[in-house]
């Protein structure tokens, strides 16, 4: 749930996240200072100071300090709703999400240890887990988007929000895993998840 080094457009054969931007630097920094100091011990002053910038400045790139620690999320859902887009047709919607999870929550394994410091943050600082529940929602969103056209219903019913609660429960069930295990496979983690889901998902047919 989560920056790439290449190409930032969408591709289904090398999805990935885009070079360090201002707004990834920052988010980088801010994370290693709650994971040292910790979160609320952490001020929007301090994490300015250490990205060599003014307060004012901050506030330009991230509206709030629970924003900070999830860097470009916004961007990245423009990139799964590009890779979804990209997705054919004729390709069953279950390994259509399989795919979509995985390349989503695929991590560059030189940002590994920062991902996880990062998701540490998210799902375990209460605060953030608090705000965390309005960036699941766009998450989610655009889960139940895909799958309301596949199956011809509105976003807003009640499948295709089934379909994004469940995604959303697979892909951090995952997490918990690997947060707990520092040998866990994310990868394979998500895709066991996503695949899981997706037995269920695999059954269901377009609205006629």
């Known amino acids: 749930m989560t920056p790439q080094q290449q190409d ?3 591709s289904r ?4 996240r885009r070079p360090i931007s201002s707004r990834a630097r920052i988010s980088a920094l801010a994370i290693g200072l709650f ?3 910790g979160f609320e011990e952490t001020s929007v002053d301090d994490i300015a100071e250490a990205a060599g910038i003014a307060r004012r400045t901050l506030f330009r790139y991230y509206p709030s300090k629970n924003e900070i620690p999830w860097g470009e999320f916004d961007d990245h859902l423009g990139e799964l709703r590009g890779l979804l887009a990209q997705i054919p047709a004729d390709t069953p919607m279950a390994d259509a999400l399989v795919e979509a ?11 590994l240890d920062n991902h996880r410091r990062r998701m540490s943050l998210l799902l375990g600082v ?4 608090a705000h965390s529940m309005i960036m699941y929602a766009d998450w989610r969103h655009v889960i139940a988007d ?4 596949r199956l011809g219903l509105d976003e807003n019913d009640h499948l295709p929000q089934t379909i994004g609660w469940l995604c959303l429960g697979a892909a951090l069930a995952a997490y918990e895993q690997w947060l ?9 983690l998500i895709a066991g998840g996503a695949r899981t889901v997706a037995n269920g998902v695999g059954s269901l047919s377009r609205v006629s």
Do not use: Y
């Open 146 to 149: 895909f799958c309301a056209t």
């Open 101 to 111: 999870l995985v390349a989503f929550n695929r991590v560059p394994p030189e940002e």
């Open 35 to 37: 994971t040292t100091r």
């Open 180 to 188: 707990a295990d520092p040998d866990a496979d994310l990868e394979a």
């Open 8 to 10: 930032t457009r969408p």
């Open 126 to 129: 209460p605060a953030l887990q």
């Open 13 to 16: 054969t090398a999805p990935g």
